[in-house]
């Protein structure tokens, strides 16, 4: 059979149009992926900058924002809506306590306020060994970036013990290559906790001998003072020389008042503070919104009977001329902060007796031996301390100082906290409620400072002061730590006598690119990186 011209030309047609859309077809089939992982549409941007917000989408990539502009939503794999909500960076916390961080590696308490970045190993007590520490990510991944600080206190306990004396030249030296090797594995910085057990019983020379160290792999000086009551100004003079001999910038920690006789000094530290960066010294601070601080029972008692640790202290305790030195200075103490008794002294945790959990000194000593004076007050913590000590809120600051601390561009915000799980104790609020509280409260709320401003102090100073370089704002080219959340419905649920509670209004959190948080709810997705320092 032969074929006319007319067939033959139509066969080709076929052919070639089948060929056509068999091309057509492979091109599909290998056409290149979106060219990113997610877009974020609908977005008013708080780039962390402190500028005002802006309109625009944002487009992720390997975990790093890759784009901000008008993008169409068939760019990406997946697109998130953020219906006018407010996109901003990951929040980044500065003053944490997470070295159980392993244990509880989706950190629910701080990714469901928004935190995607942590910096422990503050207040004078860290791991070690900051290689193994942050190498253990790998084999127990995090849904948080995580960074640390090597620890003065941590330091010191290794060189010489919990004794009440001053270092030997060796052990100085043992120090300072503890500290040495530390920045080497990628600590941020040197931390101090001077009312500690060892801290507490260094000299400023001790301490400025080891910042050098910190200061030669560009490290920060970050300090839990030796004082933050009747003696403040002197501890935040000391905090300053430090930085100034040994050549590195000096942040203070949980920066407050807490003396009832001198709420209302802030504008007084603050002062102190400005004075050193007028003079050309990178001095910051760091804050919780509250007016309630916590810490141990034990650093209500004298420092020289906490000397060699408890076992040390119970003997000491046992001999009566001893024990009444104690409770005359404590006594002492108390009447020098300012407050009557030990009400505002309350039990976050307490082992031995959980029914004591969110109970105040005074109540207990009432329930206990039914009295009500402050030396069975005293008694009291000295049983308690003895039996193992007790983890302690105090409601010891003015609102008035935490507010005004809060307006100062120098200060960043940061909880304290720890990685939190729902039990028995009564812990401080801060843990559930930090960020939230700022942008509720002291944003919306009593419009103390700007949404702009308080997500700068979350992010992007965080982010300068403790050298993360691509985090901490909303830039192409930074990593993809992002959170979205209505600024109008953003509030803390944690109260002090109902800590374990998460906020409101945070819809999404995102590390790294990967959603940590998404509708409300935790993913279980752990893309959190360890973030070493300049010296690594
Ligand atoms: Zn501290």
């Known amino acids: 059979m032969s074929l006319s011209p007319k067939s033959t030309a139509l066969v080709l047609f076929a052919l070639a149009l089948g060929g056509f859309v068999w091309f057509q077809f492979r091109v599909d089939a290998q056409a290149p992926a979106p060219p990113f992982d997610l877009l974020i549409t609908n977005a008013r941007i708080v780039d962390g900058s402190g500028n005002p917000w802006f309109r625009s989408d944002v487009a992720i990539k390997d975990g790093r924002i890759v784009r901000i502009g008008r993008l169409g939503p068939e760019t990406a794999t997946r697109t998130i809506d953020a219906r006018g909500q407010i996109v901003a960076p990951g929040f980044i916390d500065v003053h944490t306590h997470v070295e159980s961080i392993y244990n509880l590696p989706t950190a629910d308490n701080f990714v469901r306020m928004g935190v995607t970045t942590l910096v422990t190993g503050n207040c004078g007590s860290s791991a070690t060994d900051v290689a193994e520490f942050l190498?253990?990510?790998?084999?127990k991944p995090l849904a948080?970036?995580?960074?640390?600080?090597?620890?003065?206190?941590?330091?010191?306990?290794?060189?010489?013990?919990?004794?009440?004396?001053?270092?030997?030249?060796?052990?100085?030296?043992?120090?300072?290559?503890?500290?040495?090797?530390?920045?080497?594995?990628?600590?941020?910085?040197?931390?101090?906790?001077?009312?500690?057990?060892?801290?507490?019983?260094?000299?400023?020379?001790?301490?400025?001998?080891?910042?050098?160290?910190?200061?030669?792999?560009?490290?920060?000086?970050?300090?839990?003072?030796?004082?933050?009551?009747?003696?403040?100004?002197?501890?935040?003079?000391?905090?300053i020389q430090i930085g100034e001999q040994a050549g590195l910038p000096v942040e203070i920690s949980h920066f407050k008042i807490s003396n009832k006789k001198f709420w209302g000094q802030a504008p007084m530290t603050i002062g102190l503070v400005r004075e050193a960066r007028a003079r050309g010294l990178a001095v910051t601070v760091d804050q919780y919104a509250y007016t309630a601080s916590s810490t141990s029972l034990e650093s209500r008692l004298p420092a020289w009977l906490r000397a060699g640790g408890l076992d040390e202290a119970k003997k000491r305790l046992a001999d009566k001329a001893t024990r009444e030195k104690v409770i005359e200075e404590t006594k002492d103490a108390l009447k020098r902060s300012g407050f009557k008794d030990y009400s505002f002294a309350v039990v976050a945790s307490y082992s031995p007796d959980k029914s004591f959990n969110g109970k105040s000194i005074a109540e207990i000593t009432k329930q206990v031996k039914n009295k009500k004076d402050v030396r069975s007050q005293i008694e009291q913590m000295l049983e308690m301390y003895e039996a193992g000590g007790a983890g302690m809120i105090y409601h010891s600051m003015g609102e008035d100082d935490v507010k005004r601390i809060m307006q100062e561009p120098f200060t960043m915000?940061?909880?304290?906290?720890?990685?939190?799980?729902?039990?028995?104790?009564?812990?401080?609020?801060?843990?559930?409620?930090?960020?939230?509280?700022?942008?509720?409260?002291?944003?919306?709320d009593l419009k103390l400072i700007s949404l702009e401003d308080a997500i700068r102090k979350m992010t992007s100073l965080p982010a300068q002061t403790f050298g993360l370089r691509d985090r901490g704002m909303i830039r192409e080219g930074f990593a993809a730590d992002i959170v979205i959340f209505d600024e109008n419905t953003i509030v803390d649920q944690a109260?002090?006598?109902?800590?374990?509670?998460?906020?409101?209004?945070?819809?999404?959190?995102?590390?790294?690119?990967?959603?940590?948080?998404?509708?409300?709810?935790?993913?279980?997705?752990?893309?959190?990186?360890?973030?070493?320092?300049?010296?690594?």
């Open 135 to 139: 190498g253990r990510i790998k084999d």
């Open 413 to 444: 915000i940061a909880s304290d906290a720890g990685v939190r799980q729902v039990d028995d104790s009564v812990p401080h609020p801060r843990g559930y409620g930090n960020n939230p509280r700022v942008l509720g409260r002291y944003v919306r």
């Open 495 to 536: 109260t002090f006598d109902k800590p374990h509670q998460f906020p409101l209004g945070i819809s999404y959190v995102i590390v790294n690119g990967a959603p940590v948080v998404e509708n409300n709810k935790i993913t279980n997705a752990r893309p959190g990186l360890a973030l070493r320092g300049q010296g690594h």
């Open 144 to 239: 948080v970036n995580l960074a640390t600080l090597i620890a003065h206190g941590s330091v010191r306990r290794r060189a010489m013990g919990l004794g009440d004396r001053a270092p030997t030249p060796e052990e100085l030296e043992q120090m300072e290559s503890l500290v040495e090797q530390g920045m080497k594995d990628g600590a941020v910085g040197l931390s101090t906790g001077l009312i500690y057990v060892p801290g507490t019983y260094a000299k400023t020379d001790e301490i400025v001998s080891l910042a050098r160290v910190a200061a030669k792999y560009g490290g920060v000086y970050a300090t839990h003072m030796r004082n933050e009551g009747e003696k403040v100004a002197d501890a935040i003079r000391e905090s």
